[in-house]
C-alpha cells in the first residue's frame, strides 16, 4: 500500500552534514518502506497511492533511535540517590553491595507480568517523543534462568508494540551473590549461556561492563570470543568510571559501540576511528552521578568517529526516560550542537546498533518518522520538560495518538 504524507517540513539527516532540510517537502511511504522523500513539487508525476495525509506544515525527522537502554527490571534505586546526595560514590555503594545488585535481587523477585508492565510503561514513555526502535539489554537477572526472563520480555515488547527493539546480553554486569570472589567463574558460566541465548533468538548483540567494579580486560576478551564464536557482534560499557583500555579490545573485536566514554584516551579514540566503533555517549548518567569529566569530545570529532546520544535508561545512573531531554543534555553539559545530538539519536544511534536500514529520511530506509510541532529542528534539543511530539509513523503506520501538547500528564 502507498500512502503520501503531504505538507510537512522534512530534516533528512540523509548527508553526512547538515539538517537536511526540505521546507515544502512530502514523503511516500509503500509498505514499511520510504519510497520517495523530497520537495512536494518534485513528486512524481502521474503518483498513485492508496491513502493521503495531511501534515499540517508540521516539522518531520527520522523516528528516534535510543540505542542504550537497560529497560527491563524490577524496583527501583530512590533511596540510593539519597544516600549518594549525602555523599557516597557509585563505587562505594557498589562495593558495598548495593547498585546494580540490589536491582537484581529486585528483578530476580519480581514476576514476568511485574517486569512486564514496568518495561512497558518506559517503553511507552519513549515512544511518545519519537522513539521507533530501541535496544534493551539484559543484566539484572544474572542467572541463565532470569536472564532469559528478561530478554524474552525485551522481545515481547517487540512483539505487542508498534516498536522495533534489539536486544543486547549484558550477563557481564555486575557479579551474582552466588559467585561472590570467584568472577573468572561467573565469566564461564555466562560464556556457557551465550549460545543458549542465542540458540532461543534472545540475543541480537553482547556488552560487557568493563570497569574496576565490575570485570576486568581479560574477562571481558573472553565474553568477546564466546560472542564471536556465535557470531553475534559485540558492545562495551568502557571507561565509564576508570581507562580501562577497554576501547582498545572492543576496536579489536570490531564493536559496533563503545557506551559512556567519560574517561576514554587518545589511543582509545584511534582505536575506535579505526575499527569505525560509534562512540555512545550518556548525558542522563553523566547528570546523575554528577561526573565532571567529559567525554573527549573535541578528539572524537577530529578523528571523525560517529557520535551517538542514548537514554541509558536504568535505576541506578541513569533513570531518565526522556530521548529529548538527552538531546539537551547532550548541548548543554557535552557541548555537540542540537545537530549533532539528533544525528546522534537518529542514524548514529542506528549505526551503533549496526542498522544501516533507518535514522534518515531517505528512499530505501525503514519508514519510521516522528511529527512535531515545531519550527525549526534544533527546537528539539531547546525546549524541556516539553513534548512536541505529535504524531509517530512506524513502519509506515500511524502510531497511537500521542497526548496533545496541553493535556494533563
Ligand atoms: N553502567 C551504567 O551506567 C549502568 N550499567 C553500567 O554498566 C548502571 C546500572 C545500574 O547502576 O543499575
Ligand atoms: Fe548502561
Known amino acids: 500500500m502507498k500512502k503520501l504524507w503531504r505538507n510537512a517540513r522534512l530534516a533528512t539527516l540523509a548527508d553526512p552534514s547538515g539538517w537536511g532540510l526540505i521546507k515544502a517537502g512530502a514523503i511516500v511511504t509503500e509498505g514499511e518502506r520510504l519510497h520517495w522523500v523530497g520537495q512536494a ?31 527491563v527490571y524490577g524496583g527501583q534505586r530512590a533511596a540510593e540517590f539519597e544516600l549518594r546526595l549525602q555523599g557516597a560514590s557509585y563505587e562505594q555503594i557498589a562495593r558495598a553491595g548495593g547498585g546494580i545488585r540490589s536491582t537484581v535481587s529486585a528483578t530476580r523477585g519480581a514476576t514476568d507480568g511485574e517486569l512486564y508492565q514496568a518495561a512497558l510503561g ?5 515512544m511518545a517523543e519519537g522513539v521507533t526502535t530501541v535496544e534493551i539489554k539484559s543484566g539484572y ?45 561467573y565469566i564461564a558460566a555466562v560464556c556457557e549461556w551465550l549460545p543458549v541465548l542465542h540458540g532461543q533468538g534472545l540475543v541480537d548483540a553482547v556488552d560487557v561492563f568493563c570497569e574496576n567494579i565490575a570485570f576486568s580486560l581479560a574477562q571481558t576478551r573472553q565474553v568477546f570470543e564466546a560472542a564471536q564464536r556465535l557470531g553475534l557482534p559485540v558492545k562495551l560499557h568502557a571507561e565509564q568510571l ?29 582505536a575506535m576511528a579505526r575499527a569505525g566503533t560509534v562512540a555512545v555517549l550518556l548525558p542522563g548518567a553523566y547528570y546523575f552521578l554528577r561526573e565532571t569529566r567529559l567525554p573527549p569530545i ?7 568517529v560517529p557520535i551517538a546520544i542514548a537514554t541509558d535508561h536504568n535505576p ?24 549533532e545530538a539528533l544525528r546522534g539519536m537518529t542514524v548514529n544511534g542506528a549505526r551503533a546498533l549496526g542498522l544501516r536500514d533507518r535514522g534518515s529520511l531517505l528512499a530505501g530506509q525503514r519508514a519510521d518518522f516522528a511529527v512535531w510541532q515545531v519550527e525549526h529542528p534544533n527546537e528539539l534539543a531547546y525546549w524541556f520538560g516539553r513534548n ?8 509506515g503506520q500511524e502510531r497511537h495518538p500521542t497526548l496533545p501538547d496541553d493535556a494533563p500528564r
Do not use: K, N, W
Not at 42 to 60: N, S
Not at 318 to 330: D, I, Q, R, V
Open 41 to 71: 513539487s518534485a513528486l512524481p508525476a502521474g503518483l498513485q497511492v492508496d491513502e493521503e495525509h495531511d501534515l499540517e506544515g508540521a516539522l518531520v525527522t527520522p523516528g528516534l533511535v535510543d540505542c542504550h537502554t537497560h529497560l
Open 122 to 126: 518506559r517503553a511507552h514513555a519513549l
Open 141 to 185: 537477572g544474572l542467572s541463565l534462568e532470569h536472564e532469559v526472563r528478561c530478554l524474552r520480555i525485551a522481545r515481547l515488547l517487540a512483539h505487542l508494540l508498534p516498536l522495533q527493539v534489539r536486544t543486547t546480553c549484558l550477563s557481564a554486569h555486575a557479579l551474582p551473590p552466588e559467585f561472590e570472589g570467584r568472577p573468572d567463574d
Open 242 to 270: 576508570s581507562d580501562q583500555g577497554g576501547a582498545q579490545l572492543a576496536a579489536e573485536f570490531g564493536a559496533l559501540s563503545c557506551d559512556h566514554l567519560e574517561h576514554l584516551s587518545a589511543a582509545g579514540v584511534q
Open 298 to 304: 573535541a578528539a572524537l570529532r577530529t578523528a571523525s
Open 316 to 339: 541506578g545512573s541513569s533513570p531518565g526516560l526522556s530521548p529529548l531531554l538527552m538531546l539537551s543534555m547532550a548541548c548543554t553539559l557535552f557541548r555537540l550542537t542540537p545537530e
Open 388 to 395: 512536541p511530539c505529535s504524531r509517530v509513523i512506524h513502519g
